[in-house]
């Protein structure tokens, strides 16, 4: 039976034993691995209380103490722990376990993808390996012996590097491995397969040669070049920007289909899930190329911030994910428009964090307090933890974070850590008082920044008043850029504000006219802003703010001023300035990427989030509505732009990726309009890049094009041999703008490539619908609704961290109109009957009926 017992940050305590060194050997069998873990010990308390380790779905064989074993009655064994007593102070602890890979469907621990077998264990999938002290500030030496059949497994990976290998009998062989860097047991990792590999390799600016390999599926050795690739320019730029290089003989990533999160940073060996390793010209769209080298940074990057200096206790999560999100961040941004890529951030910040942080769930990146630690990883603790980095970054400056950086890891490196000591490490190398800045760490919910103008023509003088709202919360401190634009043709001033105070005033001389305020430039805090502008000044920021992103976002603003509108007044007509806005981008001289970027509408979730009880429908038809007429109006210009960044051969560079970005926003409006639906049609049949094949799909999936139904099963004949491609079929499918989505739906579950068992495939339909089609995942009959509920009491005893995941927008009901709210919650307590609920699902339903 679950613990629903909650864990308290402000409960922890060191452990009181320490291990130092852990030999492992695995002798796998799909039903009955056999594990052997012979771990050296020391008292590190001076009580004589017991050792308890973490166990669970275990099977018990031996336990021995100084080789000597010990019988039924020398210790205890629970659903979730093993209690030994001991009075040694140093001891030599040896215990055999027996688990099941096969029927391990929650993907935690050691188990079963496709033919391989794989292990996660972060954050606490170990204990369903061996019993062990399965906590992060638990560091020891491990050392893995693997031993399989060589022709089913002629690949046994472990951490560290290779330190030696042989033939046994019975067509069996070993390979052992010696990670010589302590090391917590989420870190630890586990592969066994048949695989193809992409050899590589590394010098690193000392000199040193790393043997670099990518262990693919059979058949997919073409699509690891451009990881390959990626994970060159992460180990060069991490060299560059910080002055970290890489520390063992060999670092390794393998592909899997089968696998709970994105990816995981195990020391030396990588586990990725697929989808963030394969992409070549055919299969992968310029999106999934952009996200495969994030990934592939993000997890090289944790081989310094996350695992040469780990986190103390879970509450510290954000330690090593929102640092790490902020250096691959910055690290896409150097490599491709550093502009578009910090939109993109903020659009996943606005439209799903900010709903996160007003919804029942609601934490600090550090939280206080949690059931089940998989329901922390969050948008919360890596987006918004990112944005904390930021900050300070900001802050700061470029060259004393950099300090800080080098100082945080010369205090700390072979350690586990909290937060505090990464701020402090900051504060110490930058001279720079950081105390009040602690706050972001301890108040959840977004910030409030409220913003009032004063302009006096006669002293030129223009007053700035900025004030922070954090429900009862301290005041924070805030890093507000602004860029201050007197018009057309003259230079603007850009400044830091420094917001440490509930209200400040700031005072600018030297103005004969109101100056036009560019607020938050860069996105400087994740706040939300109360500051009505007019259209005239909107438009005025959209051409003339220096920063970028404030030009993308008095754009949205201007849109969702109208958004907001029609959905008051259907037949709203939209003013000419609006129109002209689109003119003016469509005809400007910028990058094709930017334009894109201006060009797209706010999506239903940004808009939802900043609508109180929100009618979906109401909205979505204020969106469509408005689209259309945009589309109507300029149809000429749209269809210009459309052929004028046609490409008639494939590139993947940054240019030609800004080009079908642009172009295919354009197409997304003309689609709305019937006369123009067959430039769909074209673009499938002509289309040499999958981009451009999905933009196309998904387009006519909203818009009922005739042609829709023949060109998707054209796609599934092409590539039903292709997971990945076929999880984008899954995709589009669930997002067809139809009441017989419904039927589709059930249709779709009973397919033969369709497992709930998959994490990629559940995700890829169940996920799609209820994120991408709100129309009828929200309607007013209740289906929808009733197909996740039915959905959730599956995985809920397949996969309870899939299921945990899914459930994300049934939690936040509160920001959807009255009936909703009732549909909603009625279901909710329908699923809070579920026999044997998962602790990861009754944590979410707990806080959601409460709130």
């Known amino acids: 039976m679950s613990d629903f017992t909650p864990r308290y940050l402000a409960d922890y305590r060191e452990a009181n034993f320490s291990i130092a060194t852990v030999e492992l050997t695995f002798a796998l069998d799909e039903y009955k691995t056999r594990v052997t873990n012979r771990m050296k010990l020391s008292r590190v308390a001076d009580d004589n209380q017991p050792l308890v380790l973490d166990g669970e779905h275990l099977t018990l064989v031996s336990v021995l103490i100084d080789d000597q074993a010990l019988n039924a009655e020398q210790y205890q064994v629970s659903d979730s722990s093993l209690t030994i007593a001991i009075d040694r102070k140093e001891f030599t602890l040896e215990i055999i376990t027996e688990i099941n890979p096969v029927e391990n469907t929650a993907l935690e621990g050691l188990f079963k993808s496709g033919d391989a077998y794989c292990t996660q264990c972060e954050a606490e999938g170990f204990r369903r390996i061996s019993y062990y002290l399965d906590r992060p500030d638990v560091m020891a030496i491990f050392t893995t012996k693997i031993i399989a059949d060589k022709v089913q497994f002629p690949y046994l990976l472990s951490n560290g590097n290779k330190i030696a290998e042989g033939d046994l009998a019975d067509g069996q062989h070993f390979v052992q491995w010696h990670d010589p860097f302590p090391k917590p047991c989420y870190l630890f990792a586990l592969v066994a397969g048949d695989f193809d590999v992409l050899s590589d390799h590394y010098r690193t600016g000392s000199g040193r040669d790393v043997a670099l390999e990518i262990f693919v599926d059979k058949g997919n050795i073409h699509k690891a070049h451009h990881a390959m690739a990626s994970l060159k320019h992460s180990m060069v730029w991490d060299e560059k920007t910080f002055g970290l290089e890489y520390d063992l003989d060999i670092y390794m990533i393998v592909a899997v289909d089968f696998f709970n999160m994105g990816a995981m940073e195990n020391k030396g060996l990588n586990v990725f899930n697929s989808k963030f390793v394969l992409a070549d010209e055919k299969c992968a769209t310029d999106v999934d190329y952009f996200n495969v080298e994030a990934v592939i940074a993000h997890e090289y990057?944790?081989?310094?911030?996350?695992?040469?200096?780990?986190?103390?206790?879970?509450?510290?999560?954000?330690?090593?994910?929102?640092?790490?999100?902020?250096?691959?961040?910055?690290?896409?941004?150097?490599?491709?428009?550093?502009?578009?890529?910090?939109?993109?951030?903020?659009?996943?910040?606005?439209?799903?964090?900010?709903?996160?942080?007003?919804?029942?769930?609601?934490?600090?990146?550090?939280?206080?307090?949690?059931?089940?630690?998989?329901?922390?990883?969050?948008?919360?603790?890596?987006?918004?933890?990112?944005?904390?980095?930021?900050?300070?970054?900001?802050?700061?400056?470029?060259?004393?974070?950099?300090?800080?950086?080098?100082?945080?890891?010369?205090?700390?490196?072979?350690?586990?850590?909290?937060?505090?000591?990464?701020?402090?490490?900051?504060?110490?190398?930058?001279?720079?008082?950081?105390?009040?800045?602690?706050?972001?760490?301890?108040?959840?919910?977004?910030?409030?920044?409220?913003?009032?103008?004063?302009?006096?023509?006669?002293?030129?003088?223009?007053?700035?008043?900025?004030?922070?709202?954090?429900?009862?919360?301290?005041?924070?401190?805030?890093?507000?850029?602004?860029?201050?634009?007197?018009?057309?043709?003259?230079?603007?001033?850009?400044?830091?504000?420094?917001?440490?105070?509930?209200?400040?005033?700031?005072?600018?001389?030297?103005?004969?006219?109101?100056?036009?305020?560019?607020?938050?430039?860069?996105?400087?805090?994740?706040?939300?802003?109360?500051?009505?502008?007019?259209?005239?000044?909107?438009?005025?920021?959209?051409?003339?703010?220096?920063?970028?992103?404030?030009?993308?976002?008095?754009?949205?603003?201007?849109?969702?001023?109208?958004?907001?509108?029609?959905?008051?007044?259907?037949?709203?007509?939209?003013?000419?300035?609006?129109?002209?806005?689109?003119?003016?981008?469509?005809?400007?001289?910028?990058?094709?990427?930017?334009?894109?970027?201006?060009?797209?509408?706010?999506?239903?979730?940004?808009?939802?989030?900043?609508?109180?009880?929100?009618?979906?429908?109401?909205?979505?038809n204020a969106i469509d509505s408005v689209k259309q007429c945009i589309a109507k109006a300029l149809a000429p210009l749209f269809l210009q732009q459309y052929q004028q960044n046609m490409a008639t051969v494939y590139a993947n560079d940054g240019n030609a990726i800004g080009k079908r970005a642009l172009k295919n926003v354009c197409l997304s409006y003309l689609a709305t309009l019937s006369e123009y639906q067959k430039l769909l049609t074209e673009q499938y049949q002509h289309a040499n890049n999958m981009t451009d094949t999905l933009a196309t799909l998904n387009f006519s999936a909203g818009q009922h094009h005739a042609a829709f139904s023949s060109m998707m099963t054209d796609f599934e004949s092409k590539w039903s041999d292709t997971p990945l491609v076929m999880d984008k079929w899954f995709a589009i499918q669930a997002s067809v703008n139809a009441e017989s989505i419904y039927d589709n739906l059930s249709q779709l579950i009973s397919h033969p490539l369709f497992s709930l068992k998959n994490p990629n495939r559940a995700r890829a339909l169940i996920g799609a619908f209820i994120m991408n089609n709100p129309r009828y995942f929200h309607c007013a009959s209740g289906r929808g609704y009733q197909f996740l509920i039915e959905q959730l009491r599956l995985l809920n005893d397949i996969n309870p961290q899939v299921a945990s995941r899914l459930i994300t927008p049934l939690i936040q009901f509160k920001a959807f109109d009255k009936p909703r709210q009732k549909l909603i919650k009625t279901k909710l307590e329908q699923l809070m009957q579920q026999v044997n609920l998962s602790k990861d699902l009754k944590e979410k339903l707990d806080a959601a009926l409460e709130y």
């Not at 937060?419 to 977004?446: E, P």
């Not at 954090?470 to 850029?481: C, D, Q, S």
């Not at 940004?606 to 429908?617: G, H, K, Q, R």
Request: negative net charge; charged residues 20%.
């Open 301 to 620: 990057f944790h081989n310094w911030t996350g695992n040469r200096v780990t986190c103390r206790d879970w509450f510290q999560l954000s330690l090593k994910e929102g640092l790490t999100v902020f250096r691959d961040q910055q690290f896409s941004a150097d490599m491709h428009s550093a502009a578009v890529t910090r939109i993109q951030n903020v659009r996943v910040l606005r439209s799903m964090q900010f709903a996160e942080d007003a919804g029942p769930m609601a934490h600090p990146i550090r939280p206080e307090k949690v059931i089940e630690m998989n329901n922390f990883y969050t948008l919360t603790v890596y987006e918004k933890g990112a944005e904390v980095i930021r900050m300070i970054h900001t802050i700061l400056g470029a060259e004393k974070f950099r300090k800080g950086i080098d100082l945080y890891f010369a205090r700390f490196d072979g350690m586990a850590v909290t937060c505090d000591d990464f701020i402090n490490a900051m504060t110490d190398a930058s001279a720079t008082d950081l105390s009040q800045f602690k706050r972001w760490y301890q108040q959840a919910g977004t910030p409030q920044l409220r913003v009032s103008e004063h302009f006096d023509a006669v002293s030129c003088e223009y007053q700035l008043t900025l004030e922070q709202n954090n429900g009862n919360n301290p005041a924070l401190h805030i890093p507000v850029g602004i860029e201050l634009i007197s018009g057309l043709g003259q230079s603007n001033q850009s400044q830091l504000l420094q917001l440490t105070e509930q209200k400040q005033t700031w005072t600018f001389q030297d103005y004969h006219q109101k100056p036009v305020l560019a607020l938050l430039t860069g996105f400087s805090a994740p706040v939300r802003t109360q500051f009505l502008q007019s259209d005239q000044e909107l438009q005025l920021l959209m051409t003339c703010a220096t920063d970028e992103f404030c030009r993308w976002d008095a754009g949205q603003k201007l849109l969702t001023t109208y958004i907001v509108q029609a959905m008051q007044q259907p037949t709203l007509n939209l003013p000419d300035n609006l129109y002209q806005a689109f003119k003016d981008l469509l005809t400007a001289d910028m990058s094709a990427a930017f334009k894109a970027e201006q060009l797209t509408l706010p999506s239903f979730s940004e808009l939802a989030d900043n609508i109180e009880e929100v009618d979906p429908i109401a909205l979505l």
